[in-house]
């Protein structure tokens, strides 16, 4: 059996593209209203990059986050995960994607309500053909990684918003995705909170090369990001490397250590 | 791995979900189930009272109390029909969400089909057995009550009769009212199943 630890530990290859857009728009019809949510957004991601999309709510960011995850189909343009057309695949490729490839976390944490934190974060091994004792151990190293070793088996409603969100991560990286998709993973949870949480995402990005793509309006996530792409009225309206920001954020402390 | 470790098949894990959701969601499952409980019980009763007057026309039954039964078996079908599916649609779409999550971590649109299915056959099975009971218990009571019952095998046999047809249009209702929206759910964009708000 294809050990899935192993994927988990993919080396950085900057110049290996994970995540390719191109000139992807959906529009949405609310009402009278034809809302542009995305207008021709084309964006690249390296492998092993942790990428913040920042914009205002109704940006479309949330929009492109779903497009990318193969959660909505875009209206023209194409997505592309590790160089494969996801429009062009079958809907059981595309459980297939979402069960092994991505991992979602969402603002408002999605657990299974009636399964325990463990049964929760082994489910997508199951999905994925694994017995049941090896999901177990397993989703009880996860729930370690991510400081939870102790609840395993508590219910969603018996753990706190953070908590709950740290489920929802060790369950994001059950069959070690390269791509970890978070939309708004902070906003249901308050300043110290979400800081744990972002810290815990860096973390995961450098201890196991998964690539993270981040929908946000959350400003600490921009201490971790490598990039930042602002997104305003559904198209780029500018891209950031972590180098631009250390020169225009220079004061801002725990930014590049190698600064100080 | 070793050989005494198995994979659990797609209907094992759907049944467990299944199972799960119907003991933690208990009383939500009970309230789904006294519609589909009531609705047969009502026709059961219906067809059991109508079964009677067959076997032996009472003192009051003639031919326009015969014509009336069959209006009422019929229209308890009707309420049957739209008590079961109102109450199995609300319970599907309150869990849109779970239906999106599930497909996110990777959940064939088969495997969310498949739970629903299970846990709509249980229900089905429980809710409809327990309203044929109730029917044909109250249809048999209110005739012993009022007038004289027929010969006892007679009655059991017609009580079989209506039991079996009660419990087919209990279970299949219940299934379709649940499958239906279910397969509707399962087949939408995850996002879209993500967005609805119950």
Known sequence: ???????????????????????????????????????????????????????????????????????????KGSVYINEVDIAQLTPSELAFLRCHTIGYIFQTFNLIQVRTALENVTLPMLFAGMNAEEADEKGAQLLDAVGLGERLHHRPTELSGGQQQRVAIARALANAPAILLADEPTGNLDLRTGKEIIELLRRLNDERGVTIISATHDLKMLDVSDRIVYIRDGQIAKIETRGDLELSLGSVEGIGEEKW | MSSTKRKPTMLEIAFAQAVKSIYVRFWRQVAAALGVVLGIAFFASVRTSQALTHLAPSGTADAEWATRLNWLSALSLVMCLVGISNSMLMSVTERYREIGTLKCLGASDRFVVFVFFLEALVLGVLASLVGTILGIGVAIGARAISDSVPDAPDVILAALRVGGISMLVGVALTVVASVLPAMQAARMPAAAALRVEV
């Open chain 1, 1 to 75: 059996m294809n050990s899935a630890a192993a994927d988990g530990q993919v080396p950085h290859h900057e110049s290996e593209l994970i995540v390719r857009t191109r000139d992807v728009a959906k529009t949405y019809v609310l009402g009278e209203h034809v809302v542009r949510a995305l207008d021709g957004v084309s964006l690249d991601v390296h492998r092993g990059e942790y990428v913040s999309i920042m914009g205002p709510s109704g940006s479309g960011k949330s929009t492109l986050f779903n497009v990318i995850g193969g959660l909505d189909k875009p209206d």
